[in-house]
Protein backbone atom coordinates (compact mmCIF):
# COMPACT_ATOMS: atom_id res chain seq x y z
CA UNK A 1 0.00 0.00 0.00
CA UNK A 2 0.85 3.14 -0.78
CA UNK A 3 1.37 6.13 1.59
CA UNK A 4 -0.66 9.15 0.63
CA UNK A 5 1.50 12.23 0.01
CA UNK A 6 0.77 15.41 2.79
CA UNK A 7 -1.65 17.81 1.20
CA UNK A 8 0.12 21.06 0.21
CA UNK A 9 -0.97 24.41 1.54
CA UNK A 10 -1.25 27.54 0.09
CA UNK A 11 1.38 30.12 0.77
CA UNK A 12 0.55 32.48 4.10
CA UNK A 13 2.22 35.47 2.73
CA UNK A 14 1.29 38.09 -0.14
CA UNK A 15 4.21 39.57 -2.02
CA UNK A 16 3.43 42.95 -0.91
CA UNK A 17 4.78 41.07 2.62
CA UNK A 18 8.09 39.66 0.74
CA UNK A 19 9.15 43.61 -0.57
CA UNK A 20 9.99 45.83 2.47
CA UNK A 21 10.08 49.66 1.56
CA UNK A 22 13.18 50.74 2.22
CA UNK A 23 14.02 53.46 5.12
CA UNK A 24 14.98 56.87 3.65
CA UNK A 25 18.36 57.72 4.50
CA UNK A 26 18.55 60.92 7.02
CA UNK A 27 18.63 64.11 5.61
CA UNK A 28 21.66 65.79 5.06
CA UNK A 29 22.42 69.78 4.84
CA UNK A 30 25.97 71.21 3.81
CA UNK A 31 27.01 74.16 4.32
CA UNK A 32 29.93 75.98 2.09
CA UNK A 33 31.66 79.33 3.03
CA UNK A 34 33.58 81.00 0.13
CA UNK A 35 35.54 83.69 0.18
CA UNK A 36 36.60 86.42 -2.27
CA UNK A 37 37.68 85.18 -5.08
CA UNK A 38 41.23 86.26 -6.36
CA UNK A 39 41.65 87.98 -10.09
CA UNK A 40 41.17 85.13 -12.72
CA UNK A 41 40.85 82.15 -9.73
CA UNK A 42 37.81 80.48 -8.51
CA UNK A 43 36.71 81.45 -4.73
CA UNK A 44 38.87 79.72 -1.77
CA UNK A 45 37.00 77.87 0.34
CA UNK A 46 36.81 78.73 3.90
CA UNK A 47 35.03 76.27 5.94
CA UNK A 48 32.45 73.61 5.52
CA UNK A 49 30.16 71.24 7.71
CA UNK A 50 27.59 69.10 7.27
CA UNK A 51 25.15 68.09 9.63
CA UNK A 52 21.36 66.18 10.05
CA UNK A 53 19.99 69.88 10.08
CA UNK A 54 20.60 73.39 8.49
CA UNK A 55 20.83 75.45 11.24
CA UNK A 56 23.54 73.08 12.92
CA UNK A 57 25.58 72.60 9.70
CA UNK A 58 25.36 76.50 9.17
CA UNK A 59 26.42 77.71 12.43
CA UNK A 60 29.25 75.03 12.74
CA UNK A 61 30.68 76.68 9.26
CA UNK A 62 30.28 79.55 10.62
CA UNK A 63 27.88 80.93 7.60
CA UNK A 64 25.46 82.92 10.63
CA UNK A 65 26.35 86.17 8.80
CA UNK A 66 27.21 85.33 5.52
CA UNK A 67 24.95 85.78 2.27
CA UNK A 68 23.52 82.46 0.47
CA UNK A 69 24.81 82.53 -3.03
CA UNK A 70 23.70 79.40 -3.91
CA UNK A 71 21.63 75.98 -2.70
CA UNK A 72 22.50 72.56 -4.47
CA UNK A 73 19.26 69.74 -3.76
CA UNK A 74 20.88 66.34 -4.62
CA UNK A 75 17.56 64.46 -5.43
CA UNK A 76 14.55 65.42 -7.43
CA UNK A 77 11.85 67.35 -5.29
CA UNK A 78 14.77 67.10 -2.47
CA UNK A 79 13.38 63.56 -1.11
CA UNK A 80 15.52 62.17 0.74
CA UNK A 81 16.38 65.80 1.83
CA UNK A 82 19.99 66.11 0.79
CA UNK A 83 21.05 69.59 0.14
CA UNK A 84 24.43 71.70 -0.10
CA UNK A 85 23.82 75.41 0.58
CA UNK A 86 26.86 77.71 -0.55
CA UNK A 87 27.50 81.12 1.27
CA UNK A 88 29.66 83.87 0.59
CA UNK A 89 32.18 85.47 3.40
CA UNK A 90 32.62 88.74 1.61
CA UNK A 91 28.98 89.80 -0.14
CA UNK A 92 26.77 88.78 -2.98
CA UNK A 93 28.14 87.21 -5.94
CA UNK A 94 29.25 90.24 -8.26
CA UNK A 95 31.47 90.75 -11.15
CA UNK A 96 34.34 91.27 -8.53
CA UNK A 97 33.96 88.10 -7.59
Known amino acids: MRASAKPR ?3 SW ?3 QAISSPKAPP ?3 CVIVVGKAP ?3 PSPIRSSACSGDHATAQ ?3 GATATA ?3 EWFWNANN ?4 LTHIHGDYGDC ?3 G
Open 9 to 11: RAC
Open 14 to 16: TPT
Open 27 to 29: AKH
Open 39 to 41: PGR
Open 59 to 61: REA
Open 68 to 70: LLM
Open 79 to 82: SPPN
Open 94 to 96: DSA
